[in-house]
T-cell receptor, first 110, second 116 residues
Framework: QQKVQQSPESLIVPEGAMTSLNCTFS??????FAWYRQHSGKAPKALMS????GEKEEGRFTIHLNKASLHFSLHIRDSQPSDSALYLC??????????FGKGTSLTVIP | GPKVLQIPSHQIIDMGQMVTLNCDPV?????FYWYKQILGQQMEFLVN????????KSKLFKDQFSVERPDGSYFTLKIQPTALEDSAVYFC??????????????FGSGTRLTVL
């Protein structure tokens, strides 16, 4: 079964800082890599995803993927208090089978 | 955006009883999932479902669990009988319109199940 691990478990940053979240996975056949955000008591919601090596930027968010290292990351530029949430990374094993990490709890201090 | 509806939002039952969790997926999605999240712990994959069949299930998907989606109806997770360790938030998700690559999951807001 796919193992997905995230680091750090929790993170506190000041407003305006760059935040970096990490995710490692075990199945080298994984094809889909995504970050989800879950505010307390709410449903997880997709932030962004990537399929091939490299990086992808959407606004303040950038996702990096290195398949050879079994690693991908999320970087948040100019972090805002509204970014405070649990961030979940996800990857797949088959076409539509997704496994999630335990999450990184991010707190952005005004 | 697309919405997944879960009913009920909370359910409290006695151990040994049967419970059915209901999910109304995004209307044109083809793949349906259940995930289990215990407070403060990882969201764990339970099962996915496509074309009327279970495609993959994890070791958490015990024999007491079953899923179905009768035509035009909810996608359901039934637990019979329930055990104390089944207490968790259960998230339903849906994805996929038949494309060639993995697609975004859309989650419901979860059903908080408490087994006494």
């Amino acid at each position: 079964q796919q193992k997905v691990q995230q680091s750090p478990e929790s993170l506190i940053v000041p407003e305006g800082a760059m935040t970096s979240l990490n995710c490692t996975f075990s199945d080298s056949a994984s094809q889909y890599f995504a970050w989800y955000r879950q505010h307390s008591g709410k449903a997880p919601k997709a932030l962004m995803s990537i399929f091939s090596n490299g990086e992808k930027e959407e606004g303040r968010f950038t996702i990096h993927l290195n398949k050879a290292s079994l690693h991908f990351s999320l970087h948040i530029r100019d972090s805002q208090p509204s970014d405070s949430a649990l961030y979940l990374c996800a990857t797949n094993t088959g076409y539509q089978n997704f496994y999630f990490g335990k999450g990184t709890s991010l707190t952005v201090i005004p | 955006g697309p919405k997944v509806l879960q009913i009920p939002s909370h359910q409290i039952i006695d151990m040994g009883q049967m419970v059915t969790l209901n999910c109304d997926p995004v209307s044109n999605h083809l793949y349906f999932y259940w995930y289990k999240q215990i407070l403060g712990q990882q969201m764990e994959f339970l099962v996915n479902f496509y074309n009327g069949k279970v495609m993959e299930k994890s070791k958490l998907f015990k024999d007491q669990f079953s899923v179905e989606r009768p035509d035009g109806s909810y996608f359901t997770l039934k637990i019979q009988p329930t055990a104390l360790e089944d207490s968790a938030v259960y998230f339903c998700a849906s994805s996929g319109t038949g494309g060639a690559s993995a697609e975004t999951l859309y989650f419901g807001s979860g059903t908080r199940l408490t087994v006494l």
